[in-house]
């Protein structure tokens, strides 16, 4: 097997978390560091947009090194979701000035990001430690810069790149599985795919701590709208928004979900687990949202010439089946309990909502800041990893009857 992760800016110890992300870009950025910092303020005070149009239109070519990018790609689209979404739905501006929206733009073409707020900005590049001498656990992150929501959107950012951090825990294993895979070494294949079990167990776990300082309404009614993109049926800005500088033509862009992450793509390539066309489509279109090196990892994944598939079609061992089925078993439990989280925190949420008239936000309640219609094709995602379950066997019977 001729890759390594390090190649596609993967960590064997923190996965596709950036290491080590800068806190603040240089003097000369201050306003961007600022309005980046004080956004939830500036939005409670209704100034966002008056403090943005007084800002110059900084040389992003200043920029130095990837960090530097990532965390002026990330400060911009927290600036713009404050500016675009600052009066709520109905008073969503059309258009972005020229001193966010050019050097967002021409920042988001450098790195393949879109310009809008997205997970690898969110969660994989917006955590420190508090205290450096201590790992990386969730008591020790705090989040660089959070959307509306007090310490609860804080929790939000960091919980979800402690889940990423879980993740990156079974890294070593992937490539060790996909190794053995191609060595016809059955034993190790099993050894590693035990491990990997293990790790999306602590996934979910992980998700688990969402709850501990997470509220519904919070979520739901603050925080949510300013995940939120441009463009499309059902959105305020159903044209997108138009990036003054850049061009006349609005331009699309869904907003922030961890859909972006490319743990569950790359444990869907790895299991062999497919799905149909609309499906792939949308996951695909994920993609887009990672960055590039990101993306060609998930495909280089997929793209084995020797695939875990093949290895179970042509081997009879048993401990192996039974691995692989306790690997998608594990899936799908995340897949459940995520959809669990998405009742609680959308779809009861937005219930809630319809019975007060505070509604500013109205157009975003049934749908995922993806755009999809969520529960059915959350479900269908799970349908699907159930599906490549070997037979009707008893771990996964027990998943199936226990959910809804
Ligand atoms: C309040 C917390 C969360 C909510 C409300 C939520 C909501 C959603 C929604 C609505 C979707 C459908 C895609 C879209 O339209 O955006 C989605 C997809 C997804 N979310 Fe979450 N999510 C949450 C937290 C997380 C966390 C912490 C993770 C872990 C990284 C995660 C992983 C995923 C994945 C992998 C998908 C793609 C579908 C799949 O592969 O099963 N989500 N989420």
Redesign the pocket.
């Given at each position: 097997m001729s890759f390594n992760p390090t190649d596609y800016f993967v960590s064997e110890t923190l996965g596709f978390v950036l290491e080590n992300p800068l806190t603040t870009l240089p003097d000369y950025f201050e306003a961007w560091n600022r309005l980046a910092t004080d956004m939830a303020q500036l939005v409670a005070a209704n100034t966002m947009r008056q403090q943005v149009e007084q800002m110059a239109l900084l040389d992003w070519t200043k920029l130095e090194g990837h960090r530097q990018k990532r965390l002026a790609h990330f400060q911009l689209t927290v600036i713009a979701s404050g500016y675009v979404w600052q009066n709520g739905d109905k008073g969503a501006s059309k258009t972005l000035p020229a001193c966010v929206a050019v050097p967002l733009y021409r920042l988001s073409e450098d790195l393949g990001l879109p310009p809008v707020i997205c997970h690898p900005g969110l969660?994989l590049a917006n955590y420190a430690p508090i205290d450096p001498t201590k790992p990386l656990i969730l008591e020790n992150l705090r989040a660089l810069y959070h959307l509306p929501g007090g310490e609860e959107a804080e929790w939000?950012c960091i919980?979800?790149t402690m889940?990423?951090l879980t993740f990156a825990r079974c890294i070593k294993s992937v490539m060790a599985a996909l190794r053995a895979v191609e060595n016809d070494d059955v034993k190790t294949v099993t050894s590693n795919i035990t491990h990997i079990t293990e790790v999306v167990r602590d996934?979910q776990t992980a998700?688990s701590r969402?709850h501990d300082k997470?509220t519904s309404d919070t979520?739901f009614n603050t925080l949510?709208p300013f995940l939120g993109g441009w463009g499309g049926e059902n959105n305020p800005l159903p044209d997108g928004l138009i990036y003054l500088g850049v061009a006349d033509q609005p331009i699309h862009a869904?907003g922030g979900?961890?859909?972006q992450?490319p743990?569950?793509?790359v444990l869907?390539a790895l299991a062999g687990v497919q799905h149909a066309q609309d499906k792939r489509a949308?996951?695909l279109s994920?993609r887009g949202y990672m960055p590039p090196a990101h993306r060609r990892f998930i495909e280089a994944v997929e793209n084995q010439k020797k695939t875990l598939h093949s290895l179970l079609e042509s081997s009879k061992d048993e401990e192996l089946h039974k691995t692989h089925n306790a690997l998608l078993s594990a899936m799908v439990d995340f897949?459940s309990y995520?959809i669990q989280?998405?009742t609680k925190?959308?779809v009861q949420a937005s219930s809630k909502v319809k019975q007060s008239d505070e509604k500013r936000f109205e157009s975003l309640d049934q749908?995922?800041?993806?755009?999809?219609s969520?529960l059915p094709?959350?479900k269908e995602?799970?349908q699907d990893t159930k599906d490549q379950m070997a037979g009707a066997n008893a771990s996964g019977d027990s998943i199936i009857n226990s959910t809804s």
């Open positions: 969660a939000f919980a979800t889940v990423e996934m998700v969402l997470l979520f949510r869904i979900s961890a859909a992450s743990t569950m793509q869907d949308f996951l994920m897949r995520h989280i998405v925190y959308i749908k995922g800041t993806g755009g999809t969520i094709f959350l995602l799970r």
